[in-house]
């Protein structure tokens, strides 16, 4: 699995962290508890979104990923719609249960799938 996971329970206790299991930041992935490291789908997960910071440069996947979540609050959907609706959400909740993905991911994949990615 790519990046350095980190159990920091502390993290999760942040506000607008308290229902997440764990996030990429580059280049660690942060999981709330220990057990979290078994949960191959989880870990894809975050190992997808740290494919994407690398090939967006790291800073413009934070910006365009806050300007997708702004964008669709503004178009009317709740919190966690709005957040499952972000390009790169919908690339990884695609392909999380997907062994093998990252090895024959293409470049800027999140931009290629449509609203179906969901």
Not at 25 to 39: E, T
Not at 72 to 97: C, D, L
Request: aromatic share 14%; hydrophobic share 45%; glycine share 6%.
């Amino acid at each position: 699995m790519a990046g350095r996971i980190i159990c920091l329970p502390i993290f999760f206790r942040l506000p607008g962290l308290r229902k997440v299991q764990a996030i990429a930041l580059w280049p660690f992935i942060f999981i709330r508890d220990a057990r979290s490291q078994s949960d191959r789908v989880l870990l894809r997960h975050e190992a997808i979104h740290l494919r994407q910071q690398l090939e967006l440069c790291v800073i413009p996947f934070y910006l365009i990923y806050l300007g997708e979540f702004l964008w669709h609050m503004v178009r009317g959907k709740n919190g966690h719609m709005a957040y499952r609706s972000i390009s790169f959400e919908r690339e990884a909740y695609r392909f999380e249960t997907v062994e093998g993905y990252l090895q024959d991911r293409p470049l800027f994949a999140s931009f290629r799938l449509g609203k179906s990615g969901m």
